[in-house]
Every structure is written in C-alpha cells, then in structure tokens.
C-alpha cells in the first residue's frame, strides 16, 4: 500500500501538490484554514481564484479539520512561511510519530530569523523534516506539464523514499541531503524577483535584467557558502534553476510585486492583495548577510525599497554607482 498523504494549505500550490499527490491514491486530504475556503473547494472542485478551471483531482478531498493527517505517513506543509509556526504547533497533537514533514514554504521566519526546517524541528518534535523547493509554477503542475524540483532530507534514505512516493511521470523529484543550501535558494530567489521585476517595470531592458540575475545569483552564492550550503545545490534546481524561473516571468508573484512597484505602485498596494514572501524576506536576508560580513547590494536595494527608505529609482542609481571591481 502507498503512503498515506495530507496537504496543509489549500492556495495554488497546495492544490498542485495535492493533485500530483492524488495520482494513483484513493484520498488525499487538502486542509485549508478557512472553512469556507474547504467547502467551496468541495463544491466547486477547483480553486476558482488562483486556478480557475483546473479541477481538484479526484482523489482530493478539502477540509477544515487538521486531524485530518493524523494517519498520514506524509504531510506536505504548503502555508506561507510566516504561519508556518502557528501551523506545526497546531499539528503537533494530531501528527503520528515519525511522518514526514514536507516543508513547501520558501521563507525565512521573519522575527526569529529561522528557517523552515528549524521551526519544524521546535515545533514537531515526533516529525522527519524535509524541504521541497524548485522552478515550480502550480498551473504547470496542474496542467501536467514538466517539471522538475529539488527534495532534501538529511536522512538520504528519507529523501529518495519521498522522492518515489511524490514523483510521477511529469513532476519529476531529484533528491539531495543539503536542506539548508535548498531553503536559502528558495527564500533567496523571491527577494531578487522583486528586484527584477522591478527592472522590468522601469523598463530596464533584457540586458540589465539579465545582470540582475547574475548578480544576484552571486549574491545567493556568497550567503550560501557563510551559511555552509553546499554549491552545487546552489547551482541546481533549488537555487540557479528557482531563480532563472521566478526572475523572469510575471506569473511569480514576487516578480509581479516588483513589476507594480517599477511602475509607480506604492508598497501596500503592489501584491494586489497576494502573498508575496519575498517582501518578509528582504529584511531577514540583510540582516543574516551583515551578521555574516557579506555584501548583499541587490538585496539591500530591495530592502531599502520596501522600507521606503529608497525609491526605485535612487536604489537602481546606488547600485550603478558602486565601485567597479573584479567579478566574484
């Protein structure tokens, strides 16, 4: 019999990753925190706002009930990463010994500055953590178009057994033990979307996009090796591959946060009303980069930006203005 599987957080991605989950079971539960929100997913058996006409796999069952992971071997965690904590703890009573728990969330918690994995390890004690990430967009996973993300675990073990329960023959999992060179490239790469996006509302021109996504992957290298990941995890799915695709397409939220504020939007209003992690993010990173006496230009711009202590213009003058120096 295949592991049993339960999905917490029921947006766009959730659903993705239950639908591939719901492939050849016979139910997967998809919690969603608002009850309303389960039953309309119930009645309507798609997620008319962020997936319209994109049914729920048969095999997809919503609710609002999170005892309903209680016999799940698997649970894949895919609520944004600043209720992460709020959600582990409430799982703690009804998640059975020795699950894994499949952290979907690319963020770094906000106050405490930790990552996913690390709020998991506090919070779900009886839990095997393990982080999904990669160049992902749920309407291709819906529509079952090819893709291919990163799973790590530290047990190698745990990280292949998942990769065979969650793989199928269009969402392809490739496994690695490096969970903290995974999470940095997936909360990273939402912070420098919003830089590209930026430059794309100002019509900056391919040339300077393309260097900004140079660039900022340099930056995400050099945070990476002061945090001990690992460079070819950086270099792979989870970091080069997550930024190419999130910089360079206005389905990313982040990158569309960034287009709206390139093209006048004030701060509170450039989401449109969607989450963007990437705008909780900016400010950890900064801070994680000066405790580790790295440069983080990009970075600091984005920042900068969000805390109104630039404007768009002034942070892209203060980043061609720095002194010229050799590439590294």
Not at 59 to 73: E, F, G, H, N, Y
Not at 107 to 113: A, F, K, M, S
Not at 158 to 166: I, R, S, V
Not at 234 to 244: F, I, K, T
């Amino acid at each position: 019999m295949r592991d049993s599987i339960a999905v917490l957080g029921a947006g766009a991605w959730g659903v993705a990753l239950a639908n591939v989950a719901g492939q050849g079971r016979a139910r997967v539960a998809l919690w969603a925190h608002d009850p309303a929100h389960a039953a309309a997913l119930a009645k309507d058996r798609e997620n008319k706002r962020h997936l319209p006409g994109l049914p729920l796999a048969a095999a997809v069952a919503p609710t609002s009930d999170l005892s309903c992971i209680k016999d799940a071997r698997i649970v894949l965690a895919v609520v944004p990463a600043q209720a992460m904590r709020a959600v582990a703890r409430a799982a703690r009573a009804h998640l059975s010994e020795g699950a894994a728990f499949v952290i979907c969330a690319k963020g770094i918690e906000r106050d405490r500055r930790h990552f996913m994995s690390e709020v998991v390890a506090e919070e779900l004690p009886q839990a095997r953590p393990a982080v999904l990430s990669g160049p992902s967009f749920a309407a291709d996973v819906c529509k079952g178009l090819p893709t291919a993300v990163t799973l790590a675990a530290e047990d190698e073990g745990l990280a292949q057994q998942l990769c065979e329960a969650l793989s199928t023959k269009t969402f392809r999992l490739y496994r690695s033990t490096d969970l903290r060179g995974v999470e940095i490239g997936g909360a990273a790469k939402n912070v420098f979307a919003i830089g590209a996006g930026m430059a794309s509302g100002r019509r900056l021109g391919a040339s300077a996009q393309a260097a900004l996504i140079a660039r900022g992957f340099a930056e995400l290298m050099r945070l990476g090796r002061a945090l001990g990941a690992r460079s070819e995890t950086l270099m792979g799915l989870s970091g080069l591959g997550d930024l190419v695709l999130t910089c360079g397409s206005a389905q990313s939220r982040n990158f569309a946060f960034g287009q709206a504020l390139g093209q006048g939007t004030a701060v509170k209003d450039a989401s449109g009303g969607k989450l963007t992690e990437g705008a909780f993010t900016a400010r950890v990173l900064v801070e994680m980069a000066q405790a580790a006496e790295i440069e983080m230009p990009i970075a600091e711009a984005v920042d900068a930006i969000l805390s109104s202590r630039l404007s768009v213009d002034a942070a892209i003058d203060a980043l061609l203005m720095r002194p010229l120096k050799a590439e590294a």
